[in-house]
């Protein structure tokens, strides 16, 4: 069964660990060994830190894989099969994995880590995490890929036809339900109401620099009208000035930024079914669209800490008028039982409830401020104590979109696969997601 918490950072991360645990001529032709059916693809050219042990061909790109089934995997092309087997053999002493058997054609040996491994030839195939019972069924599954011809694998698939045109040393091409839960939602920006995570993809071109893996890319989808829906939503993005990109803290989970007519920005926040999920608790009793269509300029969205069962959220904005305060007594009369609407200082104000606590406010030059405390509220449109290095400050500053993730808040099994990157792109804290 699928999860929809793996995400590209878990199989990117384990793929290219067990590689480099592992310590990859052939052509291109191993690339038919990964499945066309799947939802995320990343291709990273000879990775500088990967050993070239005797046997695998480090001088093709090594390609990391999500499939339909949630399967993780990874493909890498191979010099000298028999060369392969004698290492796997010499590795079965240190219990890194099995003696190597041959099977279906094939030879396959088990990981310690639950990855499968089975080769040919010239192509080596990895796949898992999986548990001893489910080893011949991965066996049967991993044989038939490794058969493949060019018309019956990732090739003959939308998502290798889209990787293939880009041109980067790392690229990646993600089905968006393929990535982490708490990512969605910025990249389903400008789709349709109606359309869901698996019609809208991500493709980017990556690079590690400076604690950061930044990725420069754009969203798309095979559905003809949410692909229109998508192109259209590119052109309400202006220059980010970066009014509020020192107000985000380093420590923060997420820091979405972008400058927008609010009057044009309020359709794609209506039809994002992620950004209303978070505003519906203050929706019941704050018209959060009279207060998004004043917005003009500057606006970003932070994040502070993610838990599935209480979401809080700062926004800051530049304001073209604050006509909406007038509502702000109506809104006092008319809030859900349970709730209030409470004075907090001039043109501000607290609403609570048994969930969520939300203080927003304007200021005399027309900044709207908010937060889950009177403090984050207040601190929304202030230079943090602690703010983002100067460094992805100046990468925010001019772009159209731009989304800021803290890998460091990961915890559990996203967590520990964020370890496994360090060796391949370094001391990585944070992922920049940048609108092309």
């Known amino acids: 069964m699928r999860t929809k918490l793996k995400s590209f950072i878990a199989w990117c991360s384990v793929g290219l660990s067990v590689l480099v645990s592992l310590a990859s001529c052939s052509g291109d032709s191993y690339v038919n060994a990964i499945p066309s059916d799947v939802t995320a693809l990343l291709a990273v050219a000879s990775p500088k830190s990967f050993i070239d042990y005797k046997g695998i061909d480090m001088g093709s790109d090594v390609y990391l894989f999500e499939d339909a ?62 548990v001893e019972a489910d080893k011949a069924e991965y066996i049967n599954r991993m044989a038939k890929l490794l058969k493949q011809d060019e018309g019956q694998g990732v090739r003959s698939s939308r998502i290798y036809e889209a990787l293939d045109t880009i041109d980067a040393p790392m690229r990646l091409v993600a089905r968006v339900d393929a990535l982490p839960e708490q990512f969605v939602t910025p990249f389903m920006l400008g789709a349709p109401k109606t359309a869901s995570a698996s019609q809208v993809y991500v493709a980017a071109r990556m690079r590690s620099q400076d604690g950061v893996l930044d990725m420069r890319g754009h969203t798309f989808s095979m559905n003809k009208e949410v692909e229109q829906a998508l192109r259209k ?122 969930k969520t606590t939300y203080c927003f406010g304007v200021t005399d030059d027309l900044q709207y401020y908010s937060g889950g405390s009177q403090e984050t509220a207040a601190n929304s449109i202030k230079p943090s104590v602690a703010p983002l290095p100067d460094n992805l400050q100046k990468m925010i500053r001019g772009q159209k979109l731009v989304m800021v993730v803290n890998l460091n808040l990961l915890s559990g099994k996203q967590g520990s696969v964020v370890q496994a990157l360090k060796p391949i792109l370094g001391n990585v804290g944070k992922i920049m997601y940048r609108l092309e």
Not at 305 to 326: F, G, K, T, V
């Open 69 to 130: 089934d949630g399967n993780l995997g990874a493909c890498v092309s191979l010099s000298d099969g028999d060369e392969l087997e004698k290492y796997f053999d010499e590795q079965s002493d240190k219990g890194v994995c099995a003696k190597v058997e041959k099977k279906r054609g094939f030879r396959f040996t088990l990981l310690s880590n639950g990855f499968l491994a089975g080769f040919s030839d010239n192509a080596l195939l990895l796949m898992g995490p999986m």
């Open 233 to 354: 939503a590119d052109g309400i993005y202006r220059p980010i000035k970066g009014r509020y990109v020192g107000s985000m803290p380093q420590e923060a989970m997420l820091g979405l930024f972008v400058n927008v007519d609010g009057t044009k920005f309020i359709n794609i926040m209506r039809d994002n079914q992620g950004l209303q999920a978070m505003l519906a608790g203050i929706n019941r009793a704050i018209d959060m669209d009279n207060i998004i269509k004043s917005v003009n300029g500057d606006m970003s969205i932070v994040v502070p800490s993610y838990s599935p069962d209480r979401l809080e959220i700062s926004m800051a904005a530049e304001l073209a008028n604050s006509n909406w305060l007038a509502d702000v007594g109506y809104w006092k009369q008319s809030t859900p039982a349970g709730s209030t609407i409470a004075d907090w200082g001039n043109n501000s104000y607290i609403f609570s409830d048994s």
